[in-house]
């Protein structure tokens, strides 16, 4: 049974940093790409970035420069460093591989 289980969300203020990890169980973790999006209150999930087995990241403009997107596929895990961050980012984040879903974490950007 494939599982995505993600970690480090929290509360932070504008301009602070956050790391988010998603560690996959099962086999497909290292020849897929990983994604990360994120859920706004009331929002429809939006795609933030990702990255090919092979290292090639992508991100949106709203994140590029601000966040990095990186995996360590000996560990299976996949990290969105988020620094800069900004109210708007308040969201749940959620990481994505094929057709699977983590849980989410929530991340809330406020002073």
């Known amino acids: 049974q494939v599982q995505l289980v993600e970690s480090g969300g929290g509360l932070v203020q504008p301009g602070g940093s956050l790391r988010l990890s998603c560690t996959a169980s099962?086999?497909?973790?290292?020849?897929?790409?990983m994604g990360w999006y994120s859920q706004a209150p009331g929002k429809q999930r939006e795609w933030v970035a990702s990255i090919s087995s092979g290292g090639t990241t992508n991100y949106a403009d709203s994140v590029k420069g601000r966040f990095t997107i990186s995996r360590d596929n000996a560990k299976n895990t996949v990290y969105l460093q988020m620094n800069s961050l900004k109210p708007e980012d308040t969201a749940v984040y959620f990481c994505?591989?094929?057709?699977?879903w983590g849980q989410g974490t929530q991340v809330t950007v406020s002073s």
């Open positions: 099962g086999s497909i973790f290292n020849f897929n790409v």
């Open positions: 994505k591989c094929k057709d699977y």
